[in-house]
């Protein structure tokens, strides 16, 4: 079955780095494109990024120049990186694979900017 496990969150000071990570697994990982998402307190869940297999990356407009989305395949893992956060990069972050039409998500990871 597929599984999404989320980690690397936690408490960063605004201006500073901090990076996610999505260990996958019960798919053939490098034939689907891989996404993160986040969810801030009382808003709805919103896309942030997203790597396809040729390891073509499109990006949200609010984190697009300071966030990076990566994939190891051997590892199957993929992984965000967030420099200069902003307060309101706060969010529960999300990693999401769509396979055979259903949408896979994991538990998600706490991100928390703030000095």
């Known amino acids: 079955q597929v599984q999404l496990v989320e980690s690397g969150g936690g408490l960063v000071q605004p201006g500073g780095s901090l990076r996610v990570s999505c260990a996958a697994s019960?798919?053939?990982?490098?034939?689907?494109?891989m996404s993160w998402y986040r969810q801030a307190p009382g808003k709805d869940r919103e896309w942030v990024a997203t790597?396809?297999?040729?390891?073509?990356?499109t990006y949200a407009e609010s984190v697009k120049g300071r966030f990076t989305i990566s994939r190891d395949n051997a590892k199957t893992m993929v992984y965000l990186q967030m420099n200069s956060l902003k307060p309101e990069d706060t969010a529960v972050y999300y990693c999401?694979?769509?396979?055979?039409?259903?949408?896979?998500w994991g538990k998600g990871t706490l991100v928390t900017v703030s000095s």
């Open positions: 999401k694979v769509i396979r055979g039409g259903m949408n896979y």
């Open positions: 019960g798919f053939t990982f490098s034939s689907y494109s």
């Open positions: 790597i396809s297999t040729s390891r073509t990356t």
